[in-house]
């Protein structure tokens, strides 16, 4: 066989799997964009925030802020941020850092379900866990805040968000780079497990996580998967977290337990640094979050049958 044969089939498998992976994800997320772009035209976000108004003072924030995290949970982050931005309040660090923890929590809610969903998760499951920790996480942190007193001085935005096209044009436009970049993160995200398969890393790595998903009851299996989404994001990672969760390599448990892992804390490097920004305190937005995260799922773990998994 020649050299050329030799190396073309890994990279023919490779393509393959990755344009897979994609096909799988690009189809649960272009019915869910186009749901939630029609619905913020109809004025959902606003309908949303007026329900949440309430709500936020449970937490110690104004409920003009309602608007900012609705438009985070039916969107993204990156509009809840130029919401935030838009409305110029002046807030305290504590009171941004409780904001921004929520957001963290429960952000783009249909893409980020749509994916839970195909996982095996139900949509009751999804929104209880995140949204259920968002609001108690957001709620424990207040009453620390307003217990000691601290971080009571003015936040600053540390970064505005530029003024986008808001036409229908430019949105579209906007999704389809998104989209196209996505694939070429999965592409590079799948040569990089099989090169650290091949060097012996990845072995590496399930031995250094092994303790911690002992406690939070998440098997070997998913040691990829949950690094991949704790790192990148689900919906960076969803084409292989689905893709995980089809093989059958996961049990229904793992997959539970790991999603609802990565629904408390994801991303911790792209949105925990967007958080940031907007002046809150990083012990609250990361490392509150990550141990909050472990602490719920590791009483998941505990339920046992109690779990609900949809069919």
């Not at 249909?110 to 195909?118: M, Q």
Request: net charge positive; charged share 10%; proline share 4%.
């Amino acid at each position: 066989m020649s050299r050329l044969a030799v190396v073309a089939a890994p990279v023919g498998r490779l393509l393959r799997d990755a344009f897979s992976s994609y096909l799988i994800l690009i189809r649960l997320m272009i019915p869910a964009l186009i749901v939630v772009k029609a619905l913020d035209m109809a004025g959902g976000t606003h309908m949303l925030a007026g329900v949440l108004a309430p709500v936020m003072h449970l937490v110690g924030l104004p409920a003009e802020t309602g608007i900012v995290w609705a438009a985070a949970m039916l969107t993204s982050i990156y509009t809840g941020l130029a919401v935030f931005a838009d409305m110029d309040m002046q807030l305290s660090i504590a009171q941004v850092s409780v904001l921004g923890t929520m957001i963290l929590v429960a952000h783009s809610l249909p893409v980020e379900g749509a994916v839970a969903k195909a996982t095996g998760v139900s949509w009751p499951a999804t929104l209880l866990i995140r949204l259920g920790g968002a609001l108690s996480l957001g709620a424990l942190l207040n009453l620390w805040y307003s217990a000691t007193g601290t971080l009571q001085e003015p936040a600053t935005m540390l970064w505005r968000p530029e003024v986008h096209d808001p036409s229908l044009a430019a949105w579209a436009l906007t999704q389809l780079r998104a989209l196209g970049m996505i694939f070429l993160i999965i592409l590079g995200l799948m040569a990089l497990l099989r090169l650290l398969k091949a060097v012996g890393i990845e072995r590496l790595m399930h031995a250094a996580l092994a303790p911690l998903l002992r406690v939070i009851g998440i098997g070997r299996e998913a040691t990829n998967v949950t690094i991949i989404g704790f790192t990148l994001g689900i919906s960076i990672g969803a084409g292989l977290l689905i893709r995980e969760a089809r093989t059958g390599k996961m049990s229904a448990r793992d997959i539970f337990l790991t999603m609802a892992f990565l629904g408390l804390c994801h991303s911790v490097i792209e949105d925990t640094l967007l958080i940031l920004l907007m002046g809150a305190d990083l012990t609250a937005i990361l490392w509150a979050r990550l141990a909050f995260a472990v602490i719920v799922t590791a009483a998941l773990a505990r339920l046992g049958r109690l779990i609900p998994v949809a069919p």
